[in-house]
């Protein structure tokens, strides 16, 4: 089932809406600029009567919460705001009770509503105390980074980190309304917008070869701002919708979005979630892993990998392990996060391979020792 990307007549003509028709759970995603001013009236409309309980990190809140609360107040929606710290230390178990503990302090109703607004954890963290809050609150998702425009607001998979890998506890709870407001990009630091790309650069990779040439000639104008980057974000949930639509709950072919995924995941862990390497840096490292170890094992063609290396590194990406700061550990603590990825399963590794650009496809019961002599190969290179 394909999602169809439609011009937004309620704001400008730089607008798009990709809807999730999800039977019983269907709802919008509205991109464009200035939706955080238009929220309040949106809001209104959409869920007269509610009350909200926005949940944002610190960064965010300086930047983006200011617009989002003048347009809820000139709206006359009553709101609050739980303040978590920064990073990806925050998708925890401790922080996942304070904003529980928050909302029913607030005396938040069943029938209210979470406003995610920020990045992908506060994304994954706060869907997911409002899959648990009274056991299930409505939420909607305001991502305010481009990874969490493209891809984490979008799809329902949400949850926290453990001691024993990345999102190893949560739920799928989709949310009722996605705005993804252009304007917030503009104040992402390089290296996180860049971090979102890899991200986008994934929707080619699994199955669109076209989009990926088009990222090839327009990736400069993306990270610009022009009109491409809407068109980029609209491709991507559009793409995401699709995936979404066939596999709400990951059992087969919506796993092809982890693509890249675990490497990524893995090298996350052994970084301590510290910020060396943020999320979307390890996918971009775990994608061009994926390519190479799927042409060793004679799938794809060995240039591939190489091609995605420059594309990505263009964007001020990391792409090897060598790029990483500081000590990441020996092989074998590799091996033991990549043992921990959600895709194991009765402990045989699955991975998402290739056999070229936009031509992904899932591999079960991948051999460890192949995995273990390619990664040692790549330390070294």
């Not at 963290?125 to 809050?133: K, S």
């Not at 929707?203 to 400069?220: H, M, Q, S, V």
């Not at 999320?279 to 091609?307: C, T, Y």
Request: proline letters at 4%; charged letters at 25%; hydrophobic letters at 45%.
């Amino acid at each position: 089932m394909a999602a169809d990307i439609e011009a937004d007549g309620d704001a400008s003509s730089s607008a798009h809406r990709v809807h999730v028709p999800l039977e019983g759970r269907s709802y919008d995603i509205l991109i464009g600029p200035r939706l955080l001013e238009r929220a309040g009236a949106l809001l209104a409309e959409r869920f007269p009567g509610r009350r909200f309980g926005i949940v944002t990190d610190t960064e965010v809140a300086r930047a983006q919460l200011p617009r989002l609360g003048a347009s809820l107040d000139a709206a006359g929606i009553a709101h609050g705001t739980i303040v978590l710290p920064n990073g990806e230390a925050t998708k925890s178990f401790s922080r996942l009770e304070e904003v529980v503990e928050g909302l029913l302090a607030a005396r938040l109703e069943r029938g209210d509503l979470v406003i995610a607004l920020g990045g992908g954890v506060i994304g994954d963290l706060a869907g997911f105390a409002a899959a648990i809050t009274r056991r299930g609150m409505d939420f909607i998702q305001m991502p305010t980074s481009l990874l969490a425009q493209v891809d984490s607001s979008v799809g329902g998979k949400t949850g926290i980190n453990s001691p024993h890998g990345k999102n190893l506890v949560g739920a799928f709870h989709q949310p009722r309304l996605v705005l993804a407001d252009l304007d917030t990009l503009d104040t992402l630091p390089p290296r996180e917008f860049a971090a979102g790309y890899a991200e986008v650069v994934k929707y080619g990779l699994i199955d669109d070869e076209a989009f990926y040439f088009w990222l090839e000639a327009n990736r400069r104008a993306i990270f610009e701002g022009g009109p491409e980057r809407a068109e980029a974000v609209a491709r991507c949930c559009a793409a995401k919708t699709r995936f979404v639509l066939a596999d709400e709950k990951e059992t087969g072919v919506r796993a092809l979005l982890n693509l890249g995924h675990t490497f990524g995941h893995a090298l996350e862990k052994i970084t301590g979630y510290s910020g060396r390497l943020l999320h979307g840096e390890g996918v971009a490292i775990g994608m061009v892993m994926a390519h190479a170890f799927s042409a060793r094992l004679g799938l794809a063609p060995g240039q591939d990998a190489e091609r995605i290396s420059r594309h990505l590194s263009a964007a001020g990406l990391p792409t090897r392990l060598g790029d990483i700061p500081g000590e990441i550990g020996g092989t074998d603590a590799i091996m033991d996060a990549i043992a921990q990825d959600k895709k194991v399963s009765r402990g045989a590794l699955t991975f998402i391979l290739t056999r070229g650009i936009g031509q992904a496809f899932i591999e079960k019961g991948v051999d460890p020792g192949a995995v273990r002599s390619f990664i040692e190969d790549q330390r070294h290179t």
